[in-house]
């Protein structure tokens, strides 16, 4: 697809590390070679060759790549908002007449070693798939190859736009922030050989995420996007996968931008930048479509959604459940205006746990263990809902928690006062930890949503899959335990912004059974 130059590979990586300028690690690779771009670009075409343009075949390995995308594509959306996060944190603390501190240089250099390895794998997906776009007809005839199925073409060429997107969609964001602080980056583009960074590289970055050249080709794949879509609506609707990047590109903040980008624009950033005149990146921008850079970008969390939920700020339903929600009780929640909710296989999308309130903690005997003595004024303030979302496991309140359209209460019949308070105390010990991009369950450093549950109600046989030679645990996975006679039951039912009161179970059974 995008076949930028070797500027592209040896700085656009940088656009990733701005994006998380301020995350915690360090990488193990640095800058993947040209030598090993060309042979993604190589394997592209290798994989038609060797498959001879099957659709079946194609379809088959592309949906195994996908896979390991969708979890590198939320592994950077959380990146960016921990790095919107922090660089905040570290803007509004740098005052004027002291040096950057110690901890502030460590925490901008780890994140830009960090940032290195992640871009790599972005620059990598694009590679290994630019290949769709210049697949025509004319150049598969001169491989001797038969004409791809185009929807199959299709698909694959938006593997590589997302990715592009998505290292213009970083370089955006972060571009504002640095521009709006001069020491930070001077501090960027002074060279560091102790984390490998070279001298002036953020304005290498500039020069090439502006490069006319590049600009172009974008601006030419989203309209070859523009032009395919209609044609491919239907069978996107009911493929998870191919549905779930259309939708991650038309989400893409940058995508109507470098829709409308022109020549006369880059050559402008491009001048701005280079004078460090430019306060917001965007700011200046001649489009309509374009508005400040902190207005178009700071909606850049892990989960892009389309719209609230309907039970958003709903009072009725939230004093309903509150009433209700007994310590231990496992939420479940379906959000299908979020892009990540469209890759969970089943129904649900997310899981998590009820501590209980102050009152009922000590009623259990548990207010004073060491472990819900840390969250004691947490809980006391309202937060009472313990949930890994991608940005980490937390607890929350249940108005967060309520941007849903469907959501359900399960819980054990059969619990005792015993078995409560230490799911109570093994959920409140998994605080703190990151969220698993492995989806793993034999994995405990890291955990996601419904692994969370796996991990608090050790009594119970829960149902796994294997997927990516790893053992998942789904919310679905976790439903299923409240229906077709489970152990647990289902307490509370609200559907597509409703209470289900008329066989609720057999209402979520059926919702279930069509995924």
């Known amino acids: 697809m995008t076949h930028f130059s070797i ?106 070693s960090h940032g290195l390895e992640l871009s790599d794998k972005v620059v990598a997906i694009v590679a290994r798939n630019e290949c769709w776009l210049q697949a025509t007809d004319e150049a598969m005839a001169k491989r001797d190859l038969s004409p ?17 997107l998505m290292l213009y969609d970083t370089y955006f964001t972060t571009a504002s922030i640095l521009n709006k602080h001069e020491r930070i980056r001077q501090f960027l583009n002074q060279s560091d050989l102790g984390y490998g960074r070279n001298k002036d590289q953020l304005e290498a970055v500039t020069d090439t995420i502006f490069n006319t050249d590049n600009v172009a080709l974008v601006r030419k794949e989203i309209q070859y996007f523009e032009t395919e879509y209609p044609n491919h609506v239907a069978r996107l609707s009911k ?77 009725n339903s939230h004093t309903y459940l509150t009433f209700n929600l007994k310590p231990g009780d496992i939420l479940l929640e379906k959000t299908p205006f979020r892009l990540t909710d469209k890759m969970i296989p089943g129904h649900w999308g997310h899981a998590a746990i009820w501590v209980g309130s102050k009152k009922e903690l000590k009623v259990l005997g548990i207010w004073n263990h060491p472990m819900v003595q840390k969250y004691q004024k947490e809980i006391s303030n309202g937060r009472r809902i313990v949930e890994a979302l991608r940005s980490g496991v937390e607890i929350n309140t249940l108005a967060n928690f309520m941007n849903v359209d469907d959501v359900a209460i399960i819980r054990d019949p059969g619990r005792t006062r015993q078995k409560t308070a230490a799911r109570i105390i093994r959920s409140l010990r998994q605080v703190g930890k990151e969220y698993d991009f492995n989806f793993n369950v034999e994995t405990t450093d890291k955990i996601v949503c419904s692994q969370l549950v796996y991990l608090a109600y050790t009594d119970i046989e829960w149902p796994t899959e294997r997927m990516l030679g790893r053992y998942t645990i789904s919310p679905d996975n976790v439903a299923h335990k409240a229906a ?17 009161d008329e066989q609720p179970l057999r209402v979520m059974e059926d919702l279930m059974r069509r995924q």
């Open 484 to 500: 077709h006679s489970g152990p647990l039951k289902l307490i509370v039912f609200y559907h597509d912004g409703k209470r289900i």
């Open 239 to 315: 493929d998870d996968k191919a549905g779930y990047l259309s939708e991650l590109i038309k989400q893409s903040p940058a995508y109507p931008v470098m829709r409308e980008f022109s020549y006369d624009d880059a050559i402008e950033q491009q001048t701005m930048l280079a004078h460090g005149d430019a306060k917001d990146t965007l700011s200046e921008f001649k489009r309509h479509t374009v508005n400040a850079i902190s207005k178009i970008f700071g909606n850049l969390v892990g989960l892009v959604e389309e719209r609230k939920g309907k039970l958003y700020e709903d009072e």
């Open 148 to 164: 791809l199925d185009p929807y199959t073409r299709f698909k694959g060429f938006t593997v590589a736009l997302s990715a592009t």
């Open 7 to 112: 500027g592209y590979k040896k700085y656009l990586t940088l656009s990733i590390v701005l994006g998380v300028v301020l995350l915690s690690g360090c990488a193990t690779d640095r800058l993947i070679t040209r030598k090993n771009h060309d042979a993604d670009n190589q394997y592209c075409w290798a994989r038609l060759t060797e498959t001879k343009g099957d659709a079946t075949l194609l379809s088959v390995r592309l949906d195994r790549e996908i896979n390991n995308y969708q979890i590198l594509a939320e592994e950077v959306l959380v990146a960016r908002e921990k790095a919107l996060k922090l660089t905040n944190w570290i803007t509004d603390n740098i005052e004027r007449d002291i040096a950057i501190p110690p901890l502030m240089q460590d925490k901008l250099n780890t994140g830009m």
